[in-house]
C-alpha cells in the first residue's frame, strides 16, 4: 500500500525531517515501510514552452523537428515524435540534464543525424498519469518559463511503500484517515478529526427527505453486513482536479473520471470500499442485496467474464445482477460520460464471504483486499458522507433526492467493547515502568477512550475500544499493552531474559525412530533425504499408474491442479523427484520419511507415515543392494522384521498389487511382526520410459504407522572381535534367468554347518542363452580356533554341493 504523506498532512502535523527519516520512525512504531519516494522533484526542473514551430525529420517519417520558446528559459529545437504537436500549443519542456521519473537522465543526444536538445513530454513521462497519447497541452494562458509545478500549484510528495503483510490484521490502516492517527500517536502530534457529528449533520441537511428514487432491501441470508445508499442528481462526468488526480498516481492507481475518481478517492482516504452506479441503469428503482439464487456469467468492469455460483451475494436491481458484492461492478451499472445521476453505496461484507469468492472466481481487487481485513461497519456512514461532500464539491450544481437509505444489522445493537486494563500488569509485561499520564495520552492519541480508575494506590484503567479497532484486532488487555509498548517505544525496553525453567524435553518413540532413520541412510546408505509435497494432482497420479486417485480427498479451493487433493502415497511424487535426479546423476540414493492419506467412510481419512527409499543406478540393477538396505534396517531399529517372497495372501497396504510399476521378479515382500508392512521392489522400465528415466530404480517401502509409537528395545548383542581369522569363499552358480536368486540363496542355507559365519548374494550377471549367474559370498569363523585349510576345503564342497543338488551347477 502507497501512502501519501502530502495527504496525511491534511490530518496531522508533521515533524520537519528527512522523508527516509519519517519511514524509520514510522516501520519502529506502526508497520514497516519498504521504501520511501519523493514524487513531483521532476516538476521543479521543467518548464512551460510554446511551440512555435515544425517540421517533418529529413530522415525519419514519423519524427517531426519542433521548435519552441520556454521564454527567460531560451529557445531550442527537439526532435519528437508526438501526433499532437501544433504551432501555439502550450507543452512541458524537459532541458537537458532533466532526470525523468523512469529514471533516465537527459543528455544531447543524436537522433537520425539531428541533436535533440532536450524533450516535450507527456503525462506519463512526467510521472503525472499512464496518458501517452500525446504531449501534455497546458492552458493557453500558461506562462512561458515557469517551471511545472508553478503551473500545477503542487511541489513534491513524500510517498511511502508500506508492507501489506504487516497491516493484515489492522483494518484501519488501509485508509489515509488511520495512517494519519498511527503519525499522530508515533510523533505527538494532534489528530485533526474533521469528520465530527457537526461536519455530519452539515451534510445530512443536504437530505430534503422523503421518498427515495432508489429503494434498499437487504436478505439477511447474504453476506450484507450494513449497506447505506442514497441518489444524487446534476452531476458532470468530466476530469478530476489535477490535485486529486496526483494523489490518486502516487497512491498507485490511474484517475479516470470526476466520478470514479471520487470513488476510489474516499477509499484511499477512510479505507472502506464503495461503489457509485449510473442511477438511470438500475431498473424497477430498487437495489437488492441477495444470494445469486443460480450460477451464471457476470461481466464485470473490466469486461472479463466471471462464473458465479448460487451462494454467492450480489447487489442487484429489480431484474439483474450489478455487482458480485465486494469485489467489482459489472459492466452493465458503471458510470459513462452520459451519466447525470448516481446512486452511492457504501457497505460492508462479511470477510470470509469475500475471500472465497474472490480465490474461486480468481479475481482479487481493492476492494476485496480490504472487505478480506474485516471492516467497521459503524464507519459506513462517515464515508457515505464524505463521497456526497465531494460530489458537492466537484459538481456545485448537484442536489441529493430523497434520503438516506439504509438496511442491515441494527447498527445501535452493537456494544462498545471494554477492557480492564491493570498498571501494575502493563510494568510487568513491557519490564518498564510507563509513567501514568504517558499510557493515557497514548490511548487517547489512538482514540481509545479510558477511564482510571485508582484502588488502595493501584491505578486500574476501563479502556473502551474504538468500534474500528474491535472488528478482529483489539480483543484484550495484552492487545492493549502492545499499543502502548509500541507507541512508548520499544527502544525504551529493557532486554530481560525470561525467568523461565530451561528442560530438556524426551523425544516420543516415533520422532526417535525417524531420526534413527534419517541416521540410518545417511551414514550407513550415503542416502540424501527428499520432501515432495503433501499435495498431488491427478495428472501426477495418473502418470505413476497409481490406482488410487483420490477422488474423496480433493480440495474445495485448490490453488492449482497440480495441488488438488492429498496424496495417497509417496511414490507418485518420489518418482518426479527422482526423475529430476536422474537428469543430472549416474547414480543416488534417496529416501523420505512422510504421510500419507486414505479415504476412510467413517473417519473421512485415515493418515499413516510411510518410508520410501530410492536406489537408481543407469548402469545396473541396486536390487540386491536395496534388500540387503531393508535386512540392516530392520536390525539398526530393533525392529522384528524380515525380507521374504512376495505372498497373495494377504494385503499389502504399502504397493498395491496391481500397480503396473511392480517388476515381475525383482520384489521382495517386507514383513513386521509376521505382517506385510512394505516391499522392495525395481520399477517396471515401462513406467520409467514415462518419466523418460534411463537406467534402474529400486523402492523401499515401508509402513512404520503401526509400531512407531512403541518404545522399541534394544536386541543389540555385543560380542567381543574373534581373536581368529575368519575365512571368506565365493563360487558362483548358473541359474536360469527368471530364476529368483533368493532360491539359490536358500539353497545354500539349507547345508548346515555351524562354522558359517554369514551368507550373501555378492552380484547376479547375466550369461548367454538365457542364463545367469548368481555369485554367493560365504564367511566362515570359528570363535575359538583357526580353521584349518583341510576342513575350508571340504566345508566349501558340501556347500557346493548343497547348491547343485538343488539344482544350481557351478559355473566352469
Same mark, same amino acid.
Given at each position: ?21 519519517? !519511514? ?56 519528437? !515524435? ?95 484517515? !488511520? ?226 437509505? /439504509? ?82 517505544? /520499544? ?322
Amino acid at each position: 500500500m502507497k501512502v501519501s504523506i502530502d495527504w496525511i498532512k491534511d490530518f496531522v502535523e508533521l515533524p520537519d525531517a528527512p522523508p527516509h527519516t519519517l !519511514g524509520e520512525e514510522f516501520t519502529l512504531t506502526t508497520c514497516e515501510v519498504e521504501d520511501v519516494t519523493v514524487s513531483g522533484e521532476v516538476l521543479s526542473q521543467v518548464f512551460v514552452a510554446e511551440i512555435t514551430g515544425f517540421e517533418p525529420h529529413p530522415q525519419a517519417d514519423k519524427l517531426n523537428l519542433v521548435q519552441f520558446d520556454a521564454g527567460p528559459r531560451g529557445r531550442g529545437r527537439v526532435v519528437c !515524435g508526438a501526433p499532437n504537436v501544433q504551432v501555439g500549443l502550450k507543452v512541458p519542456y524537459a532541458p537537458v540534464g532533466t532526470t525523468l521519473p523512469v529514471g533516465f537522465t537527459l543528455e544531447p543526444k543524436e537522433i537520425r543525424g539531428i541533436v535533440s536538445e532536450g524533450m516535450l513530454c507527456a503525462e506519463d513521462e512526467l510521472g503525472i498519469s499512464d496518458d501517452h497519447e500525446g504531449l501534455m497541452v497546458l492552458k493557453p494562458d500558461a506562462q512561458k518559463g515557469i517551471t511545472l509545478a508553478e503551473y500545477l500549484g503542487t511541489g513534491t510528495s513524500v510517498v511511502l511503500d508500506i508492507d501489506n503483510k504487516s497491516i493484515t490484521h489492522r483494518p484501519d490502516l488501509w485508509g489515509h484517515y !488511520g495512517m494519519a492517527r498511527e503519525f499522530g500517536a508515533a510523533f505527538g502530534k494532534p489528530l485533526s478529526r474533521r469528520f465530527t457529528p457537526e461536519w455530519a449533520g452539515g451534510l445530512l441537511a443536504r437530505f430534503p427527505g422523503g421518498d427515495s428514487p432508489v429503494r434498499v432491501k437487504v436478505e439477511a441470508d447474504s453476506c450484507c453486513l450494513g449497506y447505506f445508499g442514497y441518489t444524487v442528481k446534476g452531476i458532470r462526468v468530466e476530469q478530476s482536479p489535477k490535485w486529486m488526480q496526483r494523489r490518486l498516481h502516487d497512491c498507485g492507481m490511474r484517475p479516470i473520471n470526476s466520478i470514479v475518481d471520487i470513488s476510489n478517492y474516499v477509499m484511499l482516504e477512510l479505507g472502506i470500499p464503495n461503489h457509485l452506479f449510473d442511477k438511470n441503469k438500475i431498473e424497477g428503482g430498487l437495489i437488492h442485496v441477495r444470494r445469486a439464487g443460480e450460477a451464471g456469467e457476470f461481466v464485470t468492469l473490466d469486461e472479463m467474464p466471471r462464473q458465479l455460483v448460487e451462494s454467492d451475494t450480489v447487489v442487484a436491481d429489480a431484474k439483474k445482477p450489478l455487482v458480485i458484492a465486494g469485489i467489482m461492478g459489472g459492466a452493465n451499472s458503471g458510470v459513462s460520460e452520459d451519466t447525470t445521476e448516481v446512486f452511492v453505496e457504501v457497505a460492508n461484507w462479511k470477510d470470509v464471504e469475500i475471500r472465497k469468492t474472490s480465490t474461486r472466481i480468481g479475481l482479487r481487487t481493492d476492494s476485496s483486499l480490504r472487505y478480506e481485513k474485516t471492516l467497521d461497519t459503524l464507519s459506513l456512514k462517515t464515508t457515505a458522507l464524505r463521497i456526497l461532500e465531494l460530489l458537492m464539491e466537484l459538481n456545485p450544481g448537484a442536489s441529493v433526492v430523497g434520503s438516506l437509505e /439504509y438496511d442491515g444489522m441494527d447498527l445501535s445493537s452493537i456494544e462498545p467493547l471494554v477492557i480492564d486494563l491493570d498498571h501494575r500488569r502493563i510494568e510487568s509485561i513491557l519490564g518498564t515502568a510507563v509513567p501514568e499520564d504517558r499510557v493515557i495520552g497514548i490511548l487517547q492519541d489512538l482514540d481509545f477512550e479510558i477511564d482510571k480508575q485508582t484502588q488502595e494506590s493501584e491505578s486500574r484503567y476501563r479502556v473502551t475500544v474504538p468500534s474500528f479497532r474491535a472488528t478482529k484486532d483489539v480483543q484484550c488487555d495484552a492487545d492493549l499493552i502492545e499499543e502502548i509498548g509500541r507507541i512508548y517505544g /520499544y527502544g525504551k525496553l529493557t532486554p530481560t531474559p525470561p525467568l523461565w525453567t530451561v528442560e530438556a524435553t524426551a523425544l516420543s518413540p516415533a520422532k526417535k525412530m525417524h531420526r534413527k532413520i534419517q541416521d540410518f541412510f545417511v551414514l550407513n546408505a550415503g542416502a540424501h533425504e527428499v520432501m515432495t509435497y503433501p499435495l498431488t494432482g491427478e495428472g501426477v497420479l495418473k502418470k505413476a499408474s497409481w490406482p488410487d486417485l483420490a477422488e474423496k480427498l480433493t480440495l474445495a479451493n485448490a490453488l492449482s491442479p497440480e495441488y488438488s487433493r492429498m496424496r495417497p502415497s509417496i511414490i507418485p511424487g518420489f518418482l518426479e523427484a527422482a526423475a529430476l535426479n536422474a537428469r543430472h546423476y549416474d547414480a543416488f540414493t534417496m529416501f523420505e520419511y512422510g504421510r500419507v492419506y486414505r479415504a476412510d467412510d467413517k473417519d473421512f481419512s485415515v493418515e499413516r507415515n510411510h518410508l520410501v527409499a530410492g536406489f537408481y543406478a543407469k548402469t545396473a540393477t541396486r536390487f540386491i543392494e536395496a534388500v540387503n538396505g531393508a535386512e540392516n534396517l530392520f536390525k539398526f531399529l530393533s525392529i522384528p522384521g524380515s525380507v521374504e517372497a512376495v505372498s497373495d495372501r494377504m494385503e499389502n497396504y504399502c504397493l498395491p498389487r496391481d500397480w503396473k510399476g511392480n517388476h515381475p521378479i525383482e520384489r521382495r515382500e517386507l514383513k513386521v511382526m509376521g505382517r506385510p508392512m512394505g516391499t522392495v521392489v525395481t520399477v517396471h522400465p515401462l513406467l520409467l520410459s514415462a518419466y523418460k528415466m534411463k537406467g534402474y530404480l529400486t523402492l523401499l517401502v515401508l509402513d512404520l504407522h503401526d509400531i512407531e509409537s512403541r518404545e522399541m528395545k534394544d536386541k543389540t548383542a555385543y560380542t567381543p572381535l574373534s581373536r581368529f581369522p575368519a575365512s571368506v569363499f565365493d563360487f558362483s552358480v548358473v541359474a536360469d534367468s527368471r530364476t529368483e536368486a533368493r532360491l539359490v540363496l536358500d539353497a545354500a542355507r539349507s547345508y548346515r554347518c555351524k562354522e558359517i559365519d554369514d551368507i550373501k548374494i555378492a552380484c547376479v550377471f547375466p550369461l548367454d542363452g538365457d542364463k545367469k549367474s548368481v555369485t554367493l559370498r560365504v564367511r566362515f569363523l570359528d570363535r575359538d580356533k583357526t580353521l584349518s585349510g583341510a576342513f575350508l576345503e571340504e566345508a566349501q564342497k558340501g556347500l557346493i554341493d548343497a547348491v547343485e543338488k538343488a539344482g544350481f551347477p557351478l559355473k566352469r
